[in-house]
């Protein structure tokens, strides 16, 4: 093979995976653009009258990963299944996105924590590497990390909206992830970065609820659920 022979066939060769990662951004966008439909959806928690609709937004935001669970299905015959990490990075940042909005819709509506495998099956994704486009770990423990932020900023608003209960039980569901997290070695740069911030979440929260008890406001849940509103 001569040199121009070779030239030409690694062109071919970057010409082709060029036109797979722009099949990929192209499905990557219209995720994003869901993404935010959900988002903006779930945002109304934090509005005053908010608290109400949380059953009526969590139904609405599932119908919405239908679309969510089409796209990726989509996602998934752009490249071979094996080279899954040799594109991560285009769908890495919306996908973790995605694991936050989910654990947020399980969270408003059991206020537990959304396991991996629940998540994979809310995305239509595997879990396990090996058959093929799957949720990785660490985008799972960043997507739940995200969701910390969204709880410390629903602890606020919940004082705002008059419900009391609702920061002391967030309190005890982040210092809870908290010590999950305490249990893992981290050794992710982002991802660690990410969990240093959780500190931040836990104070922020602890501030709400100190201010509450210190205005005799804050009552302990009750045994066998508590009184959530």
Known sequence: MSVTEMFTYIQGFLGADQDVREDIRKVVQLLEQTAREILTLLQGVHQPSGFKEIPSK????????????????DLKTKFPAEQYYRFHEHWRFVLQRLVFLAAFVVYL???????????????????????????????????VLIMASELSRLAVNSVTAGDYGRPLRISNFINELDSGFRLLNLKNDPLRKRYDGLKYDVKKIEEVVYDLSIRGLAKEPEAGGGDKK
């Open 58 to 73: 969590c139904a609405k935001a599932r119908d919405l990963f239908c679309t969510v669970r089409t796209h990726l299905a």
């Open 109 to 143: 509506e059991s206020e537990n924590l959304v396991k991996r495998e629940e998540v994979a099956e809310i995305l239509g994704i595997e879990v396990v590497r090996e058959k093929g486009f799957h949720l990785d770990v660490e985008d799972y423990l960043a997507g």
